[in-house]
Structure formats: structure tokens, C-alpha cells
Antibody, heavy 116, light 108 residues
Framework: EVQLLESGGGLIQTGGSLRLSCAAS????????MSWVRQAPGKGLEWVSI???????YYVDSVKGRFTISRDNFQNTLYLQMNSLRAEDTAVYYC??????????WGQGTLVTVSS | QSVLTQPPSVSAAPGQKVTISCSGS????????VSWYQQLPGTAPKLLIY???KRPSGIPDRFSGSKSGTSATLGITGLQTGDEADYYC??????????FGGGTKLTV
């Protein structure tokens, strides 16, 4: 059974940094494409980033240059390093497995609140 | 505002049928597969439909998906109160970055 467990969220000041983690079990991150998807309070889903099994990474324009997705194959953990955080980055952040052209497994999410 | 357009809300009575539309363009829906997700209140999204019209194991056949040109549709028959949720379409932009629709709140 695939399980994804996010952690690392919390309250952070504007301009600060935070690293989110997503510990995976039941699958190997090294052979799967993994994404981060966020949801601002009361709003819809927004795709944030993807790391393909081959290592290529892509980002939504609003986080380019500020966020970095990475993974540790030995720890089987996905990360999202978030720098220069803004109020509009406030959201629940989900990690998700991308099997082809869809997201079939999702974590429970971790809340990031950016406040001055 | 999302590139993929969904109606903000739809409603229907228990036992009835409802459809939710998702409109995009040739750079996203027109040249990529569409997926649909159900998000019950306070929970993570759940995959309902993938590759336009396929259902994952465990998803009842009351849920169906279709795609035509630059639009896609989710259909739900035999509505139940437990189907009350937010529904999102998803696809890819030039096959590189992912997109979600703005979401549709279903009231039964």
C-alpha cells in the first residue's frame, strides 16, 4: 500500500524559508514521478512542481527561482525547499505520485502559513 | 483564475445525474489526457478518472469521463449525498507542467 506522509509545515514570516518533506512507503521515489500540489485556504488546487524519475524538474511560474524540489532515494523522501516566502504561498501542500498523466496517490497535506 | 474553466457549482437531487465541464485550449486539454479528482471536505484529493475516461480500481461506474477537442466532462449518475464534494479536472500544459481547473462544488 502506498503511503505519503508530509511534514515540515508551520508558521513562517514573510521572506523566510521552510523545507517540506514527504516520506514515502510502498513505492520507490527513484522510479516514480513526484509532484507538489498546494491549496490556499478556501481555494482550488494549484500544481507547484514535479521531479521526474530521471531527475528533470519543473515549476509553476510563481515559484520559479524560490522553490526547489528534490528527493533522497535512500531515505525515500521527497522535499520542497521554499525560500523568499510570500503571503500568497500560504496553503496546504500535498505531495502526490504522478503515474503517467495523472496523480494517483496523495498525502494528507501539511499547512504552511506565511505571515508578517 | 485557472486556465481550465469549470463551473463554480452544480447541484442535483439524490438519484439524479449531473455533469461537470472543464474547458481548456489546444495547448492543454486539446493535446493531453484529462483526469478528474474528488475532494471531500477536509480531505486530500482522490483520483476519480484518468486518461480521459478510465476509472481506477474501486471507483464505481457511476463516475464517467469524456473528452472532446479542448473540453472534458465528468458525469455522475445515481447521485448520493456522499458525493457532495469539490471536483477538479486536471491536465498538462505542453506535456511539461500540470494544470488544475478552478474546481466545482457539487451539492446533492
Amino acid at each position: 500500500e502506498v503511503q505519503l506522509l508530509e511534514s515540515g509545515g508551520g508558521l513562517i514570516q514573510t521572506g523566510g524559508s521552510l523545507r517540506l518533506s514527504c516520506a514515502a512507503s510502498g513505492l520507490a521515489l527513484s522510479t516514480n514521478h513526484m509532484s507538489w500540489v498546494r491549496q490556499a485556504p478556501g481555494k482550488g488546487l494549484e500544481w507547484v512542481s514535479i521531479i521526474y524519475s530521471g531527475g528533470n524538474t519543473y515549476y509553476v511560474d510563481s515559484v520559479k527561482g524560490r522553490f526547489t524540489i528534490s528527493r533522497d532515494n535512500f531515505q525515500n523522501t521527497l522535499y520542497l525547499q521554499m525560500n523568499s516566502l510570500r503571503a500568497e504561498d500560504t496553503a496546504v501542500y500535498y505531495c502526490a505520485v504522478c503515474s503517467g498523466w495523472f496523480f494517483d496517490f496523495w498525502g494528507q497535506g501539511t499547512l504552511v502559513t506565511v505571515s508578517s | 483564475q485557472s486556465v481550465l474553466t469549470q463551473p463554480p457549482s452544480v447541484s442535483a437531487a439524490p438519484g439524479q445525474k449531473v455533469t461537470i465541464s472543464c474547458s481548456g485550449s489546444s495547448s492543454n486539454i486539446g493535446n493531453n489526457y484529462v483526469s478528474w479528482y474528488q475532494q471531500l471536505p477536509g480531505t486530500a484529493p482522490k483520483l476519480l478518472i484518468y486518461d480521459n475516461n478510465k476509472r481506477p480500481s474501486g471507483i464505481p461506474d457511476r463516475f464517467s469521463g469524456s473528452k472532446s477537442g479542448t473540453s472534458a466532462t465528468l458525469g455522475i449518475t445515481g447521485l448520493q449525498t456522499g458525493d457532495e464534494a469539490d471536483y477538479y479536472c486536471g491536465t498538462w500544459n505542453n506535456s511539461v507542467t500540470a494544470l488544475f481547473g478552478g474546481g466545482t462544488k457539487l451539492t446533492v
